[in-house]
């Protein structure tokens, strides 16, 4: 008898779904990814039991046309390249095709879904990667999507989750950083039915900074505005007085992405040497603008690393623009116009 045997499609969405779906936050990352390539203006999510038992995301995007609602939590289907060329101009967050399968084939889940070619929407429910329901409804232009019972199928992968609370902590991580790099669109989150955050999506960084970190820091940063020919950088850094002892609060975007680089990390400290003390950190959200030849995302979907070309440059012109943010607040004298 043989031992070498194909894998049924169940099981092999099931590992593959390891590679996508970590934990709570990243079902929450990969779903508002969706509503923004839908070109959702207004995204709202809600979570219960740190996004383990309940995660519901409400866009009011292009919605899934009907008869391709089977197909898109299929593997490998996808609305946003054709072939391997398109992967060169590629604008939209997502293009692998994965997450709906990966996410279905570990939680239960129910999609609300209208776009605007169809007259009625659908309600169509997944479960561990099984059809159980697909129903006309009447409903709304956009896409509502729960998911319940992460991991209810795989047990072993449920234990390696952390508590609610912590895991509950990433997403709001996640929203909030989600919010910083889209101020496009309003974000609304739910946590346990409290509203944790709501952004206008009137696309000021500066109001949703405030509604991301509170009056304290929105009132203490200065603005940054950099720009050449090939990058542009813009944003907000915090005085000194908002100092922190880790790098929580420091924030850099590329190209609309929320991404990490020791590389900025380090320009960044190094423009506010003579401010800070050792072991503080500033506050920073800054915006980085430039041609997406230069650096190399990496396109693994849970990765947020980056690498630029040029590391001196983006490094040097990174130091100049906080140097002078810096120094332009010596220049103006403190107004409080409160008073
Ligand atoms: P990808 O985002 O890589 O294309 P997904 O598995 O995340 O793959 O989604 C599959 C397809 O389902 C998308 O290409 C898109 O056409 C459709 N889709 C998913 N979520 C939404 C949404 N919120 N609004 C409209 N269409 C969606
Ligand atoms: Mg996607």
Redesign the pocket.
């Given at each position: 008898m043989s031992n070498i045997q194909m894998l049924d499609q169940h099981t092999i969405n099931k590992i593959a779904a390891g590679e996508v779906v970590e934990r709570p936050a990243s079902v929450v990352k990969?779903l508002v990814e969706?509503?923004i390539?839908?070109k959702a203006s207004a995204i709202t999510v809600e979570i219960k039991e740190g996004g383990i038992s309940f995660i519901r995301i409400t866009?009011n995007?292009?919605?899934?046309n009907k008869k391709d609602i089977s197909t898109?939590f299929l593997r490998h289907?996808?609305?946003?390249i054709k072939t391997i060329e398109d992967l060169f101009s590629v604008s939209s967050l997502?293009?692998?095709?994965?997450?709906?399968?990966s996410i279905a084939s570990i939680g239960q889940v129910e999609v609300i879904?209208k776009n605007r070619e169809d007259l009625t929407g659908i309600r169509y429910i997944i479960e561990g990667g099984k059809e159980t329901s697909k129903e006309e409804i009447g409903c709304p232009e956009g896409?509502t999507?729960i998911v319940r019972n992460l991991f209810f199928n795989t047990p072993a992968r449920r234990k390696f989750l952390k508590t609610p609370k912590t895991e509950g902590g990433y997403v709001n991580d996640l929203m909030n950083r989600l919010a910083l790099s889209n101020p496009h669109i309003s974000f609304k989150f739910i946590y346990n039915n409290q509203v944790k955050l709501h952004t206008s999506g009137n696309n000021q960084v500066k109001d949703a900074l405030y509604n991301v970190y509170g009056k304290e820091v929105s009132k203490n940063v200065i603005a940054v505005d950099y720009e050449d020919e090939d990058l542009t950088i813009h944003g907000f850094i915090g005085k000194p007085q908002i100092s922190r002892g880790n790098r929580t609060y420091e924030n850099f975007f590329i190209n609309g992405r929320y991404i990490k680089s020791s590389l900025l990390q380090k320009a960044l400290e190094e423009g506010y040497k003579t401010y800070l003390t050792m072991h503080k950190y500033p506050f920073c959200v800054l915006y980085y603008e430039l041609d997406s030849e230069k650096i190399d995302v990496n396109v693994h979907p849970t990765k947020m690393e980056v690498r630029f070309h040029n590391n001196e440059d983006i490094f040097r012109i990174t130091k100049k623009a906080v140097e002078q943010s810096l120094k332009s607040m010596d220049l103006i004298p403190e107004v409080d116009l409160e008073k």
């Open positions: 990969e969706n509503a390539d839908a866009d995007g292009m919605g899934i898109a289907s996808t609305s946003k997502g293009f692998r095709g994965e997450a709906l399968a879904t896409t999507l």
